[in-house]
């Protein structure tokens, strides 16, 4: 079964750090590059990182820039999402999604059920 | 945060028919970026419906379409169903971020 489960959310106060993982399942890792989206509560979707098959190239939204790290570890099938720098805005259920690709096409498939991140003091 | 706008719900009866807008801008759907539309049931995560604006990945009914017009694309669903009721949101890329895009979701209730 195609799956991706993250772990390592939770609460923390402004400023600290988190580190988010995801394991992956059931598809060949290495061959595609992985997303991280969040959803704040009441909020709709949003695309926070992305990074290539490699590791090489990595892309962040503005609004996490500079204090969100992506990496990957394709050995092992999985990712990760350094979180420095907290702030209470970045309270969201954060997923992890596979970004698939046939021809012009692609699309976020599988999708993992996502770990809660809760910054408050 | 969500670039894309959708209605927050739309309702209909078993067997009719229900639509879903999802309006962007010139930097994303108006662009040419495709569209893909997603499904999401209390408790399960995202599925897709719809990718390339039109294109229906296997073993989603083709009572499922979508379109897409200048910068807006749209969800049909015919003969709606009591297992239809969900979370629906539609996605694409927007070069002026540059980055991925997502709509805000619309409910989908069946009478």
């Known amino acids: 079964e195609v799956q991706l489960v993250e772990s390592g959310g939770g609460l923390v106060k402004p400023g600290g750090s988190l580190r988010l993982s995801c394991a992956a399942s059931?598809?060949?890792?290495?061959?595609?590059?992985l997303t991280w989206v969040r959803q704040a509560p009441g909020k709709g979707l949003e695309w926070v990182s992305s990074?290539?098959?490699?590791?090489?190239?990595?892309y962040y939204a503005d609004s996490v820039k500079g204090r969100f790290t992506i990496s990957r570890d394709n050995p092992k099938n999985s990712l990760y999402l350094e979180m420095n720098s907290l702030r209470a805005e970045d309270t969201a259920l954060y997923y992890c999604?596979?970004?698939?690709?046939?021809?012009?096409?692609?699309?976020?498939?599988?999708w993992g059920q996502g770990t809660l991140v809760t910054v408050s003091s | 945060h969500s670039v894309l706008t959708q209605p927050p719900s739309v309702s209909g009866a078993p067997g009719q028919r229900v639509t879903i807008s999802c309006t962007g801008s010139s930097s994303n759907i108006g662009a040419g970026y495709d569209v893909q539309w997603y499904q999401k049931l209390p408790g399960t995560v995202p599925k897709l419906l719809i990718y390339g604006n039109t294109n229906r990945p296997s073993g989603v009914p083709d009572r499922i379409s979508g379109s897409k017009s200048g910068t807006s694309a749209s969800l049909a669903i015919a003969g709606l169903q009591a297992e239809d009721e969900a979370e629906y949101f539609c996605q694409s890329y927007d070069s002026s971020l540059p980055g991925y895009v997502f709509g805000t979701e619309t409910k989908v209730t069946v009478l």
């Open positions: 999604a596979n970004l698939m690709a046939s021809g012009p096409y692609n699309w976020f498939d599988p």
């Open positions: 990074i290539s098959v490699t590791g090489s190239y990595t």
């Open positions: 059931g598809f060949t890792f290495s061959s595609y590059t």
